[in-house]
């Protein structure tokens, strides 16, 4: 079978296909063919060299495939069930702690970017009715941790305010979550073109940030006083204006640095004063996960996929990655 490296020190020239020997499922474990993964930042920076892993791991944190066979004592899984991958395989359910976070795939551990290989029976759950293998892999990284920010965390109720900042697979699917709950939704953006397709899917307001620097201000101003919830992706460079953003009493879910901002400045008397909210959060449990798919499979959403690639083509996929044009989820199918 085929599987895709990262050989050191990393970056798009060093992302090798090796073959390798087809593994069979010790106990507790199944043999998935796997048929898709989707991209998300951390696979970025694991590709890259911005994140280290030893040489020779498989990338990509994100699987969707089939169960082709199973191990002594597996009961929950059968041949021929399509299943998708957890961000974390040993975080099955609670709060987090360092012995359900020390397992990451793609990085700590292998990763989806492989024909086939063996892993937990409980580390991967089902995916939505309906779903193609591409589809589902754009959930376990990106709709996990939208559904973590806005439902777990954030307790989102009908007729709730949302800010989303940008158009990646995370923003998108927060944005889906959101209306489907009843909620309203606001969103920033540098491009006039996906300004209007996130009006077209039902946003009621869109700044672009390039031209507002004080974008916070301004989205305050447009949902009559702040919104109740937002999903911060770009870290320092964004929390400053997402704390403006947000209403008295609100809540700020911090989820990614897109913007570079590893570090950055927050007004610290807007955060006590407004009494928010403010929370990180890294990708969430199987139990977050399977609530999600219920979810998924009751309201219908599908995923926003913006264009797919080839087994081989990680490193053209991560070029068009940095190029900032997608709306939605790039993914890998083959």
């Not at 491009?191 to 031209?211: F, H, I, P, T, W």
């Not at 927050?266 to 929370?279: A, D, M, S, V």
Request: proline residues 4%; glycine residues 14%.
């Amino acid at each position: 079978m085929k599987s895709v490296v990262v050989k050191q020190p990393g970056g798009f020239d060093n992302l090798v296909v090796v073959e390798r020997e087809v593994p069979t499922p010790k106990r507790g474990e199944i043999l998935v063919k796997w048929h898709a993964t989707s991209l998300n930042y951390h696979d970025f920076l694991v590709g890259v060299g911005g994140i280290p892993v030893p040489d020779g791991r498989i990338p990509m944190s994100d699987g969707a495939g089939e169960v082709m066979a199973i191990g002594e004592d597996v009961h929950n899984w059968k041949v021929g069930d399509k299943v998708m991958s957890l961000f974390f395989p040993n975080w099955k359910e609670g709060r987090p702690d360092f012995i359900k976070m020390v397992l990451v795939n793609g990085e700590t551990v292998d990763g989806f970017l492989t024909e086939q290989s063996c892993v937990s029976a409980e580390s991967v759950t089902a995916i939505p009715n309906g779903y193609s293998y591409a589809e589902a892999a754009t959930l376990p990284c990106a709709a996990a941790t939208a559904w973590r920010g806005l439902m777990v965390e954030g307790g989102l109720q009908a007729g709730d305010s949302v800010l989303i900042e940008g158009t990646g697979g995370m923003s998108i699917f927060g944005l889906q979550f959101a209306k489907a709950a009843g909620a309203k939704v606001y969103a920033t953006t540098s491009s006039d073109e996906k300004a209007e397709r996130l009006v077209d899917m039902g946003v009621e307001g869109v700044v672009n940030y390039k031209d507002d620097e004080r974008w916070g201000k301004t989205i305050n101003k447009l949902s009559g006083g702040g919104v109740d919830h937002v999903l911060d992706v770009g870290g320092g460079s964004t929390m400053k204006q997402s704390i403006e953003a947000v209403k008295i009493g609100g809540h700020v879910s911090s989820i990614g640095i897109l913007s570079g901002g590893r570090k950055g400045e927050i007004t610290f008397p807007k955060l006590f004063f407004k009494q928010i909210r403010l929370i990180g959060i890294a990708v969430g449990s199987r139990e977050m996960q399977e609530k999600m798919v219920e979810a998924i499979n009751i309201s219908g959403i599908k995923p926003i996929i913006d264009k797919s690639f080839g087994f081989d083509q990680l490193g053209e996929a991560f070029q068009y990655q940095t190029s900032g044009q997608h709306f939605g989820k790039i993914v890998l199918e083959w």
